[in-house]
């Protein structure tokens, strides 16, 4: 199925009252392990990259980073029979923008979250001009989460749940395709001293209000078997917590069709890769390293598939 857009699988998801899981990738085997998953599972496929993944990607050239994920996935997409999507995670900086939307990214997300209100629309406004000119679907942030977004710190103090009445402004004015308000996650591997508390009734309000897909963002479960996996070979994932299942299918119920996920597929790349290295140590072919830690990070790709609900979907 040719490589598309990703309003085109949104819209399908908000139609159908599903969600689709956003993959974040560093890397070949993690291409790998979501375009199985995907396959395995017949779902609709989400791809994602950070600013950072593209500058790594790159070794520094931000368009040349750009343009090899482009190829790579498309390269997949192109001869498999499910609908396959590029995303770039949190832009915050122009030039990423720029270069994702060059090289051909299925759709741009630009996070301007950490300005007032005005600023994000006006700010965003202007990308959603230069992205709908070449057929790219933008999506933005209201409110503020807190945690780490790609190294970068995000203080508690800043955090702010999205107003609804302020949503519905932001999404006529702006034109944006899909958004992600906050109500009450946060990024990372640590995120919450207690109990996971979503404001739903803030969630139902904006859907119904906006009618346009929504976005979670700092959704990672934190699974605690591949958390004593990684423990058992020597990692130190002590005090990770994250958005329990039952809550992140709670979300979907009140509108939310694409969830975002990179802290579950990391800890469970490196879980397998400890497993790995522990039992193979005369082993040096790295090929053979990445083998079980694909397998791992597949695996909870379709456990997560089938709780989105987007699972036979493609």
């Given at each position: 199925m040719p490589?598309?857009?990703?309003?085109?699988i949104?819209?399908?998801?908000?139609?159908g009252?599903?969600a689709?899981?956003?993959?974040?990738i560093?890397?070949?085997?993690?291409?790998?392990?979501?375009?199985?998953a995907?396959l395995?599972e017949s779902?609709?496929?989400?791809?994602?990259?950070?600013?950072?993944?593209i500058k790594?990607?790159?070794?520094?050239?931000i368009?040349?980073?750009?343009?090899?994920f482009?190829?790579m996935?498309?390269?997949?997409?192109?001869t498999i029979?499910i609908p396959?999507a590029?995303?770039?995670?949190h832009?915050?900086?122009?030039?990423?923008?720029?270069?994702?939307?060059?090289?051909?990214y299925s759709s741009?997300?630009?996070?301007?979250?950490?300005?007032?209100?005005?600023e994000n629309?006006?700010?965003?406004k202007?990308v959603?001009?230069?992205?709908?000119?070449?057929?790219?679907?933008?999506?933005?942030?209201?409110?503020?989460?807190?945690?780490?977004?790609?190294?970068v710190?995000v203080?508690?103090?800043?955090?702010?749940?999205?107003?609804?009445?302020?949503?519905?402004e932001?999404?006529?004015?702006?034109?944006?395709d899909?958004?992600a308000?906050?109500?009450?996650?946060?990024?990372?591997a640590f995120k919450?001293?207690?109990?996971?508390?979503?404001?739903f009734?803030?969630?139902?309000?904006?859907?119904e209000?906006?009618?346009?897909?929504?976005?979670?963002?700092?959704?990672s479960?934190?699974?605690q078997d591949?958390?004593?996996?990684?423990?058992?070979?020597?990692?130190?994932?002590k005090?990770?917590k994250?958005?329990?299942s039952?809550?992140?299918?709670?979300?979907?119920?009140?509108?939310?069709?694409k969830?975002n996920?990179?802290?579950?597929?990391?800890m469970?790349f490196?879980?397998?890769l400890?497993?790995?290295?522990?039992?193979?140590?005369?082993?040096f072919?790295?090929?053979?390293?990445?083998?079980?830690?694909k397998?791992?990070?597949?695996?909870?790709?379709?456990?997560?598939?089938?709780?989105?609900?987007?699972?036979?979907?493609?």
């Amino acid at each position: 199925m040719p490589y598309v857009n990703t309003k085109d699988i949104l819209e399908k998801a908000s139609e159908g009252f599903y969600a689709v899981p956003a993959l974040n990738i560093n890397n070949l085997e993690f291409l790998q392990a979501i375009i199985e998953a995907g396959l395995e599972e017949s779902a609709p496929v989400i791809i994602e990259t950070s600013e950072g993944a593209i500058k790594y990607a790159g070794n520094g050239n931000i368009m040349r980073g750009a343009k090899l994920f482009v190829d790579m996935v498309r390269e997949y997409a192109d001869t498999i029979d499910i609908p396959v999507a590029l995303h770039l995670d949190h832009g915050k900086h122009f030039e990423y923008i720029i270069a994702a939307i060059k090289a051909g990214y299925s759709s741009v997300m630009i996070d301007a979250s950490e300005h007032n209100f005005e600023e994000n629309l006006s700010i965003t406004k202007k990308v959603v001009e230069i992205a709908h000119s070449v057929n790219v679907s933008v999506e933005a942030e209201l409110g503020r989460l807190v945690g780490i977004e790609d190294n970068v710190v995000v203080a508690a103090h800043e955090a702010a749940l999205v107003d609804p009445d302020e949503a519905v402004e932001f999404v006529e004015k702006t034109g944006v395709d899909f958004l992600a308000p906050a109500i009450g996650t946060s990024h990372g591997a640590f995120k919450f001293k207690g109990e996971a508390r979503l404001d739903f009734d803030r969630l139902k309000k904006v859907k119904e209000r906006t009618g346009i897909p929504l976005v979670l963002h700092g959704a990672s479960s934190v699974p605690q078997d591949i958390v004593e996996l990684a423990e058992k070979f020597g990692a130190d994932f002590k005090g990770a917590k994250g958005v329990p299942s039952e809550i992140l299918k709670e979300t979907v119920k009140y509108g939310i069709n694409k969830v975002n996920t990179d802290t579950d597929l990391r800890m469970a790349f490196i879980a397998g890769l400890r497993e790995f290295l522990a039992g193979n140590p005369t082993e040096f072919d790295p090929r053979k390293y990445f083998k079980v830690p694909k397998e791992y990070v597949k695996g909870l790709i379709k456990e997560r598939m089938r709780l989105l609900g987007c699972s036979n979907k493609a």
